[in-house]
């Protein structure tokens, strides 16, 4: 299968490390990975915030660019939630039906990474490698908005050497949601504070997710507070190997 890369601008800038796992992890299943260098912000942030007009530009752009794609993977729910729920809605907006009909077109092939490949692809066991003691978090939009069920736990679970320990309370939110953690810092701050609690009661070497949004919320906390946990994409521990391990 040929697979376009959504890469993500908050992957991009920040988490380079995680579009690489990706294609490493599909290339290694034998699929062809392309990255449409004019892809840009899928509009998320603007949407959510009020702007929903001005995100309109980028809803068009995406949809443009991977027109013609066979199939869109991302290692983000969150911006996979944007594109096949928001959308539809930004296109309303607009009153643009020819914008529509290209949303309904092109949102059906957008995938996750966790649910391209145990959903679309229906595999499980990806020949990973990772000896260390991990905890999932799953996130807000992987759960509430696109659904993934217990994909990512599938994959993890098949993962050879790995010590995968539930995190309790997994389902509540980490208080990261964006903006909001700028916005409403105080009420993200309490809700991530209960979040770490969670993540070092597993005594977990790494807290894992299916988006870096979280996980940097996550991540800076434990690293403020020393507490000695790492954090990693699914895509990193997905990507991993014996081989690349002994390196």
């Keep these: 299968m040929r697979v376009s890369l959504f890469i993500t601008c908050f992957n991009d800038t920040l988490f380079p490390q995680t ?7 599909l290339e290694r299943l034998g699929h062809t990975v392309d990255f449409p260098l004019e892809q840009t912000c899928c509009g998320q942030m603007h949407f959510n915030t009020g702007y929903q007009r001005e995100a309109i530009p980028m809803v068009r752009r995406f949809t443009e660019v991977f027109a013609d794609a066979e199939v869109v993977v991302s290692p983000s729910a969150s911006c996979v939630g944007m594109v096949r729920d928001l959308y539809p809605r930004a296109a309303e ?14 949102a059906p092939r957008v995938f996750e990474l966790s649910e391209f490949l145990v959903k679309k692809l229906g595999v499980e066991d990806v020949g990973a490698y990772y000896p260390h003691r991990v905890t999932y978090h799953p996130t807000c939009h992987s759960l509430r908005m696109i659904r993934v069920g217990d994909a990512p736990l599938k994959l993890l679970r098949a993962v050879r050497g790995i010590d995968l320990v539930e995190l309790p309370r997994a389902e509540e939110c980490c208080g990261f949601g964006g903006t909001f953690a700028v916005k409403n810092a105080d009420t993200s701050m309490a809700m991530l504070g209960d979040k770490l609690r969670c993540v070092l009661d597993t005594r977990a070497e790494f807290c894992a997710s299916a988006d870096t949004s979280c996980l940097m919320h996550i991540g800076g906390a434990l690293h403020r507070q020393r507490a000695g946990v790492g954090t990693v994409h699914l895509a990193e521990i997905l990507a991993s190997t014996e081989s690349s391990v002994s390196r």
Aim: negative net charge.
């Design 93 to 106: 907006l607009a009153e643009d039906h020819q914008l529509g009909q290209a949303v309904a077109d092109l």
């Design 19 to 25: 579009g690489r796992a990706v294609v490493t992890l």
